[in-house]
T-cell receptor
Framework: ETGVTQSPTHLIKTRGQQVTLRCSSQ?????VSWYQQALGQGPQFIFQ???????GRGNFPPRFSGLQFPNYSSELNVNALELDDSALYLC????????????FGPGTRLTVT | RKEVEQDPGPFNVPEGATVAFNCTYS??????FFWYRQDCRKEPKLLMS???SGNEDGRFTAQLNRASQYISLLIRDSKLSDSATYLC??????????????FGRGTQLTVWP
């Protein structure tokens, strides 16, 4: 096990609603990255957080936002949910400077109806 | 053009077979390369890094061809437990502080008895 935890495991929301997903990073890791994995696709980078600030963003609209807390845990918030937001959301923790060595949590499976 | 292109398969092979996966990447300046394994409805897990000189880990051999910008993974003597999706991963910059991972869509492997 990587030591990265995510909650909830599964979530069902309706279009237009808002959702918050949570991630606790591996002990000692100060960087958290979030990825979206649609069915049949590889994970796509959403953004990364380091020192409580966004440290790079992929091609996702502003309704995807995040936070990182002093204990390095992180939240992903998605507003105005759309059907295409249905996916597995993965967080990965790492050490800044070694950010290519990322350890993934089990993911949150979001279904938007 | 996608950063990482991968044949999605599926590959269906008998136990004991040798199977090879390839992927190509578009950014010639990319420096770090990996293969991840993802079991059904689970998180991706690092299988092995890929070096220009090639590297081997038991039944698994990974190769990098910089001139052609492709990466390969060879699995010898396939086991039932090798059934999974194999994801090709590229990091654009050496020592990137961002550490954004670019994933291929994955190649699905099923090993049958």
């Amino acid at each position: 096990e990587t030591g990265v935890t995510q909650s909830p495991t599964h979530l069902i929301k309706t279009r237009g609603q808002q959702v918050t997903l949570r991630c606790s990073s591996q002990s000692g890791h100060n960087t958290v990255s979030w990825y979206q994995q649609a069915l049949g696709q590889g994970p796509q980078f959403i953004f990364q957080y380091y020192r409580e600030e966004e440290n790079g963003r992929g091609n996702f609209p502003p309704r995807f936002s995040g936070l990182q807390f002093p204990n390095y845990s992180s939240e992903l918030n998605v507003n105005a949910l759309e059907l295409d937001d249905s996916a597995l959301y993965l967080c990965a923790s790492s050490l800044q400077g070694l950010s290519y060595e990322q350890y993934f949590g089990p993911g949150t499976r979001l279904t938007v109806t | 053009r996608k950063e990482v292109e991968q044949d999605p398969g599926p590959f269906n092979v008998p136990e004991g077979a040798t199977v090879a996966f390839n992927c190509t990447y578009s950014n010639s300046a990319s420096q770090s390369f990996f293969w991840y394994r993802q079991d059904c409805r689970k998180e991706p897990k690092l299988l092995m890094s890929v070096y220009s000189s090639g590297n081997e880990d038991g039944r698994f051999t990974a190769q990098l061809n910089r001139a052609s910008q492709y990466i390969s993974l060879l699995i010898r003597d396939s086991k039932l437990s090798d059934s999974a999706t194999y994801l090709c991963v590229v990091v654009p910059d050496r020592g990137s502080t961002l550490g954004r991972l670019y994933f291929g869509r994955g190649t699905q492997l099923t090993v049958w008895p």
